[in-house]
């Protein structure tokens, strides 16, 4: 694969789909988009599998000097490599989703969607810190029109919010990464991580970053546009929002905040901790009031990119592995979900909890599905959220374990939101005649399922096929943050290794000695 | 220093103007308006020829004396070369959708394009100038020709507002600058640019001072800033809106290009002196033309406060006083042009059934879904202006805010990149209004045929080309030749 620009290619292929679709009949904008999105996925798998894990950090690098003040760069390490995988493995999906229940101008809904594409997978490429700017957030644009458009009744509100919300974050990053350019005299990104930049700047800078990727996660209190947007997004819309848009906060923290500012990540971790902490407690007792399904499971991703928050500041690599791996899963599990809520939204077209009940009767497969994913957001062992939380306890409790127990209070909260939410919608008694007349899953809903939840259970049974690729970079970053890593609270008292083996020896001696 | 043929040679672009206003001028008067298609395409063909003229000087870099006219009085260096091309394409813009707007109300007389011509020569002086009393003489050359352009419908009361409004207040701030220009030259004993500088240099006198200080202010209103803004909205609706387009490019241009040249140029050795105050104007201009535009339902005083919120993010290259903000802001205007010409003329395609124009931006509900083409030409001009990537207009301030940060204005580029969020919340709300809305089905389907309506096509697709990611491609040349401009700035300053 040398020299072959195949990032560029995947930026290409949805782009030039996008530009079709405008001018097509809805019929053929669909098979365009549809097309265009598994030619990318297939560009993915092709991208894996020439992924070559242990070899350079960074692969598949592109270089062209096109633009003043910045270069277009391209290239990708293990952490870029998985989320861009997850954005081309939801992209088909979504288009599925949307495949009967968008009507009304589908040309530009699809091309929308696919200009999304083309912006994910550029922000997770970039290796530019402006051209990840411009792709950060011109995201933006097509999210704005996709909410204001094919969305639900106060559409027009939430779009407004969701906008404004994640301009005002992400304009003070600029500032900031104009300052960097300044100090480090380039715009390359992995020179950057590798920049010291001064300690009292840190501070400033972190801020700035924080500001706009706190909102693009979202982290308590600015979380608040989230539920707006979710609510009224159409589903794909939703599993696009949570599968991958909120991965870019994360993965802003761990691109750029840690390895760039890591002594301003340890002096303000405390921030994060503190955010987190309320988020997971707070937004999970939120969830468990709502009567919106949708509402419900966007105020468990609140919940659960809190635990990533968490996760990400530990500073150790079970802390990073785990954050990333609750990303991937909450990306595919959240996703399901919602693309679970517009199955039946579909065929109800409400999301009110109380209007449906015993759904296992009239939808047993439909029940079927629903239940692992609720289970794999509940973190069920065998599922992915299992590995991705304990992972990412077991980090943060090496550094706090105060918060590590409110994080895993979270996790009790989410298992009862979500079995809640399950009991009311699949068990018990069918008192909805028209909820219970409901069909059960038909051929494209079933594809569209399937691939989740075999992606659920893969990454819940066998985490290392999502873990080796990025295992090298993390162990990078965990040496980069090192110096600055701040000391855990758990005091452990130095055990002298000979001493305990010979006490064990004696004990065990003695224990002997009594059998005889 | 040149002597005198060089000094005409150097002019060329002002005495073709001249000479073909002039002649033109006859030729309308002798042949009626009949021959105002025809007194439009020359005029069209002395502005290309003119470009012709400017370009290379800018392509190159010259400046230095060999560039300087009539004793220190002008000067033909790349600097104004770069806003003169600008002011051509304005010029020239305005002058192709012109004839459809006044052939509906039968007002498309042979005046307009020459006072254009007259007002693009005034501007072209004003570019250029290096002395105040030059400068003065192409200010109001300009401002003349634009009041009577501003109520060119003249049995049309609000053309007639406006241009009456224009003119008052513009003839006192052109007062405030003379005033200023008197006391500077009183306390500086000079008007040429250079030796007002060199008398600057170190301790300002108060007289000096104040003389500064209202030059600065009358500037400030022909560039439509905060606090001397007040003008703007009114004449933009009032004006016809090939006149309006007009407006918003070219004078803008040359006005900011003139005001660059005196501050860093004349004043330039007393930067600490008016720093604070473009600081103050920039920001104010941010804010009020954000929050001023919020309430507009007008589409046109909405594209004024917008103009006001635009020089606001300009005037913080200024604001950084360094080589690199000025090229910043040559950048930025060229990409103001476009956007802002883009947006007229979307404007000007905007008619009812019965070819009135439409302005009322309730109106547009639903433009998407009747007119998709313009619609979405419309939301690449609002996002562009909002400086939302990828669109183009997200490079101008780009630049502008680098150029802040460098010059160590940390504070000023955080407040001011903070506070354009508050005007990316209107220009969200015209994109609501085109998308989001159920269709009000005032605007016709479909524009005429004919060459005029294809024309304006073609302006507006060349426009949002511009505007496009696909500008982008072109930001090494563009800030190539920003660069060659500013640095004959500060050659000569």
Redesign the interface.
């Known amino acids: 694969m040398d020299g072959f620009p195949i990032l560029s290619l995947m930026l290409l292929v949805p782009l030039v789909g996008a530009a079709i679709c405008f001018f097509v009949p809805a019929q053929t904008a669909r098979m365009v988009a549809l097309v265009a999105t598994l030619v990318d996925l297939a560009l993915g798998v092709v991208l894996w599998a020439s992924y070559d894990i242990g070899g350079a950090q960074w692969q598949f690098v592109e270089r062209a000097?096109?633009?003043?003040?910045f270069s277009y760069a391209l290239g990708i390490d293990g952490i870029a490599l998985m989320l861009i995988m997850l954005s081309v493995f939801l992209m088909p999906i979504c288009i599925g989703a949307s495949w009967n229940s968008v009507t009304k101008?589908v040309g530009?809904y699809m091309a929308a969607f696919l200009m999304m594409e083309t912006l994910m997978i550029g922000v997770f490429a970039a290796q530019d810190l402006?051209l990840f700017?411009?792709?950060f957030?011109?995201g933006?644009?097509p999210m704005?029109?996709i909410i204001?458009?094919w969305g639900g009744d106060n559409?027009?509100y939430a779009?407004?919010k969701f906008?404004?919300y994640t301009?005002?974050g992400s304009?003070?990053m600029?500032?900031a990464m104009?300052?960097m350019?300044?100090e480090a005299g380039t715009t390359d990104i992995p020179t950057l991580m590798a920049t010291d930049f001064p300690a009292g700047a840190q501070n400033w800078l972190w801020l700035a970053f924080f500001a706009s990727f706190a909102v693009k996660m979202p982290m308590w209190p600015v979380h608040t546009w989230l539920p707006d947007a979710h609510v009224q997004a159409p589903t794909a819309g939703s599993v696009i929002l949570a599968g991958v848009l909120l991965k870019m906060g994360g993965y802003g923290f761990i691109r750029f905040s840690l390895p760039m500012f890591p002594e301003a990540s340890a002096n303000l971790a405390w921030v994060v901790f503190t955010m987190s902490m309320i988020a997971v407690v707070y937004t999970s007792l939120v969830a468990l009031v709502q009567h919106d399904m949708k509402k419900l499971i966007a105020y468990s991703s609140v919940a659960h990119m809190a635990i990533v928050c968490m996760a990400l500041f530990s500073f150790n690599v079970q802390g990073l592995e785990g954050s990333m791996i609750v990303m991937l899963s909450h990306g595919l599990v959240s996703g399901a979900l919602f693309l679970a809520v517009g199955v039946i939204y579909d065929r109800l077209h409400t999301r009110e909890i109380d209007r449906y009940g015993g759904l296992a009767i009239n939808m047993p497969k439909y029940s079927l599905f629903f239940l692992l994913f609720t289970m794999a957001s509940i973190g069920l062992p065998g599922t992915s959220g299992f590995v991705g939380e304990f992972l990412s306890l077991a980090g943060v409790y090496q550094i706090s374990s105060w918060v590590a127990l409110i994080g895993t209070t979270g996790i009790i909260l989410g298992a009862a939101y979500m079995l809640y939410l399950y009991r009311r919608v699949a068990f018990g008694e069918q008192k909805n005649a028209d909820a219970a007349a409901m069909p059960d899953l038909d051929k494209r809903e079933w594809a569209m399922m399937l691939p989740l939840a075999a992606a659920v259970l893969w990454m819940g049974v066998y985490p290392e096929s999502f873990l080796a690729p990025m295992r090298a970079d993390i162990e990078w970053l965990d040496q980069r943050l090192e110096a600055a890593a701040p000391a855990g609270d758990a005091h452990l008292s130095e055990p002298n290794p000979e001493a305990a083996a010979e006490h064990h020896g004696e004990e065990a001696a003695a224990e002997g000695g009594s059998h005889q | 220093m040149t002597d005198f043929s060089q000094s005409l040679a150097l002019i060329a672009a002002e005495e073709l103007l001249t000479v073909v206003g002039l002649v033109l001028l006859l030729a309308a008067a002798w042949m009626g308006d009949k021959s105002s298609r025809l007194i439009s395409i020359v005029a069209v063909a002395a502005l290309v020829a003119c470009a012709f003229i400017a370009a290379p000087a800018l392509c190159g870099g010259l400046m230095g004396p060999e560039r300087v006219a009539f004793s220190g009085q002008y000067t033909a260096d790349a600097f104004s070369a770069f806003a003169k091309l600008l002011i051509y394409a304005s010029g020239i813009a305005s002058l192709i959708v012109a004839p459809r707007f006044f052939d509906r109300v039968g007002a498309m007389r042979a005046e307009y394009p020459i006072l254009v011509l007259f007002a693009v020569l005034g501007m072209n002086m004003m570019v250029s100038a290096t002395d105040f009393l030059s400068l003065y003489i192409g200010l109001e050359l300009n401002s003349l020709a634009a009041y009577v352009l501003a109520s060119f419908l003249r049995d049309d009361e609000r053309s007639a507002e406006a241009g009456l409004k224009y003119f008052v207040l513009g003839a006192l701030a052109s007062g405030i600058i003379l005033f200023g220009m008197s006391l500077t030259y009183g306390f500086t004993g000079s008007t040429n640019f250079a030796a007002v500088a060199l008398a600057m240099d170190g301790t300002l006198a108060t007289g000096a001072l104040v003389g500064l200080i209202f030059v600065l202010a009358g500037l400030a209103f022909k560039i439509s800033a905060v606090p001397f803004h007040m003008w703007t909205p009114d004449v933009y609706e009032g004006a016809p809106t090939p006149v309006t387009t007009f407006f918003a490019t070219a004078p803008k241009v040359a006005a900011l290009a003139l005001t660059m040249r005196v501050a860093l140029g004349a004043f330039g050795t007393q930067v600490d002196a008016w720093q604070q105050i473009v600081i103050f104007v920039s920001l104010a201009s941010i804010v009020v033309g954000a929050l001023g535009a919020i309430g507009q339902s007008n589409i046109k005083r909405l594209l004024a406060y917008s103009s006001i919120n635009n020089v606001g993010f300009l005037l913080i290259g200024l604001a950084a006083a360094t080589q690199e903000g000025a090229s910043a802001m040559l950048v930025y205007l060229a990409i103001y042009v476009a956007m802002s010409v883009a947006g007229f003329v979307v404007v000007l395609l905007l008619r009812d059934a019965e070819g009135r124009p439409v302005e009322a931006i309730a109106d547009m509900a639903g433009l998407?879904?009747t007119r998709?083409a313009l619609a979405w030409a419309l939301a690449a001009v609002m996002?562009s202006l909002a400086g939302?990537?990828?669109l183009f207009g997200?490079w101008g301030k780009?630049?502008v805010?680098?150029a802040a940060?460098?010059a160590d204005l940390?504070a000023l580029?955080?407040i001011g990149?903070?506070a354009?969020?508050i005007g990316?919340?209107y220009y969200?709300k015209v994109?609501?209004i085109v998308?989001?809305d159920e269709p009000a089905n005032v605007v016709a389907r479909d524009g005429e045929s004919g060459v005029d309506a294809l024309a304006h096509k073609v302006v507006l697709l060349i426009a949002s080309l511009f505007i496009s990611p696909l500008g982008?491609?072109l930001?090494?040349w563009?800030?190539?030749l920003a660069d060659k401009a500013s640095a004959a700035l500060y050659f000569a300053g």
């Not at chain 1, 000097?65 to 003040?69: M, V």
């Open positions: 000097e096109l633009f003043a003040g101008r530009e402006f700017y411009i792709f957030e011109a933006l644009i704005y029109l204001g458009i559409r027009i779009s407004y906008f404004l301009l005002i304009v003070l600029l500032i104009f300052w350019v300044r | 998407s879904r998709p996002f939302i990537p990828p997200f780009f630049v805010f680098q940060v460098n940390v580029a955080a990149i903070a354009s969020v990316a919340f969200l994109v609501k998308f989001f982008y491609l930001t090494p563009l800030g190539d």
